[in-house]
């Protein structure tokens, strides 16, 4: 049996958008452009949802200038969607894909969409139907397993650590306590981002806290009121997720009517609910322990912002994402019948470079990557330089500031 096999293509897009989750897309396009083992590639409107509804677009002709286009626009071309299928659904997912001679399917998502792509390529297995299932990898978060990192993290990064450079001047003019609640429900990644916007020792943010390193309320009012009392202001970053030492998140248990989505999750970034939480308990408590009668505190969430910023991706993220499409391709053409692409770091610093390679959906699906410890300094509220060495190069250049005091 040869490895290449004659039908049809479909590509769907899930989860949280990114700003160079087209990037991949167009990947995949360009990679299937001169196949002509693929007659037709079908473009999945709003992911698995579009499969089964059959709400298809034709992509393989597309207009080279409107892919480049697409490419550096953020947030999910196709459409995206938080459903989370079911055996069932993938049955039916299965269904369509025989009666529109579907042979090749890629999924640009997280560990969802890879545990997605996973039932659906056993299903396939079990009927004898030929087919090559590829998981692009898609996350923020930067939380997937086996790869080094993610697309889509790097430019999320970016923005973060930028947002927190411009809200420390502006802290460091008009001094109070100022709190910045970052995306990351389960992990610091994003968070930890922010540790890039330090050019030195008295640069914000001062504290840092992921979900990886629990924090009492004692402890935050602590190390608040210690910050500043030495600075006379305090700017901290605390990931959505922030945890209490019970391991249970400070927005969950916040939260009276628990609003959550198709996965379970309770929805912390479309609200300020903990910002605002954490303002209070530092007007009441901090100002009371260093006896400040009045004390300015301003908290912001930067929800949904962060991760599809238009005109500010990072280079080597949109590169990465690109290649992460093309390489799914070229996989799925030398006759693998399914995995996810990965990249393995070859280079750091200046000679930063990446390799890809063919990950199994299993070691990449459902289960997520937490911040490593050696990330998090022994404090539990910072980030240290190793992360930095880490997180720069996909990060890419930032401003440079000048200060007067």
């Known amino acids: ?48 949802r579009g499969i089964v509804e059959e709400d ?5 002709k597309l207009d080279a200038g409107l892919l480049e286009r697409i490419a550096v626009t953020p947030a999910a071309a196709l459409g995206s969607t938080r459903d989370k299928p079911d055996a069932d659904y993938c049955t039916r997912i299965f269904e369509v894909f025989e009666k529109h001679n579907i042979r090749y399917f890629f999924y640009i998502g997280g560990n969802d969409s890879a545990d997605t792509a ?16 590829f998981h692009i990898p898609k996350t923020i978060d930067n939380d997937l397993r086996v790869t080094d990192h993610c697309p889509g993290y790097g430019s999320a990064g970016r923005f973060v650590a930028s947002a927190i450079m411009g809200d420390d001047r502006d802290n460091a003019a008009l001094p109070g306590v100022k709190i910045d609640v970052i995306m990351g429900r389960h992990a610091g990644w994003l968070t930890a ?3 890039l916007a330090r050019q030195d020792d008295s640069d914000g943010p001062h504290l840092i806290y992921v979900p990886e390193a629990p924090v009492s309320q004692d402890k935050f009012v602590n190390e608040v009121a210690e910050v500043y009392g030495k600075l006379g202001r ?20 916040l939260a009276e009517d628990v609003e959550r989505d198709s996965h379970g999750n309770v929805q912390l970034s479309g609200s300020g609910a903990l910002g605002d939480y954490l303002a209070n308990l530092v007007k009441l408590k901090v100002a009371q322990k260093l006896g400040v009668k009045k004390m300015r505190v301003r908290a912001d969430t930067f929800g949904y912002l962060q991760r599809s ?3 500010y991706a990072s280079p080597v ?19 693998n019948v399914d995995g996810s692409v990965a990249f393995k770091r070859i280079g750091e610093g200046k000679d930063y470079a990446v390799e890809c ?17 050696e990330f998090i300094n022994t404090a539990g509220n910072g980030i240290t330089e190793a992360f930095r060495r880490y997180a720069a190069p996909l990060v890419g250049e930032l401003p440079v500031q000048g200060k007067l005091f």
């Open 1 to 48: 049996m040869s490895n290449v096999i004659r039908g049809n293509a479909v590509i769907g897009q899930s989860g949280g958008p990114t700003a160079v989750i087209n990037q991949s897309l167009v990947g995949v396009i360009q990679g299937i452009a001169d196949c002509d083992a693929i007659e037709n590639l079908l473009g999945a409107r709003h992911g698995v």
């Open 56 to 60: 298809f677009l034709h992509l393989k």
């Open 118 to 133: 996973r039932i659906v390529n056993e299903l396939a297995a079990q009927s004898n139907y030929e087919l090559r299932v």
């Open 193 to 195: 981002a922010s540790h």
């Open 234 to 253: 305090c700017l901290v970053a605390v990931s959505e997720g922030i945890e209490d030492e019970d391991g249970k998140a400070w927005g969950e248990k």
């Open 309 to 311: 910023f238009a005109g």
């Open 317 to 335: 993220d949109q590169a990465e994402a690109r290649l992460a499409g093309t390489k799914a391709v070229e996989y799925a053409m030398a006759g």
């Open 357 to 373: 390679f063919r990950a199994e959906l299993k070691d990449v699906a459902r289960e997520t990557k937490d911040l490593p410890i």
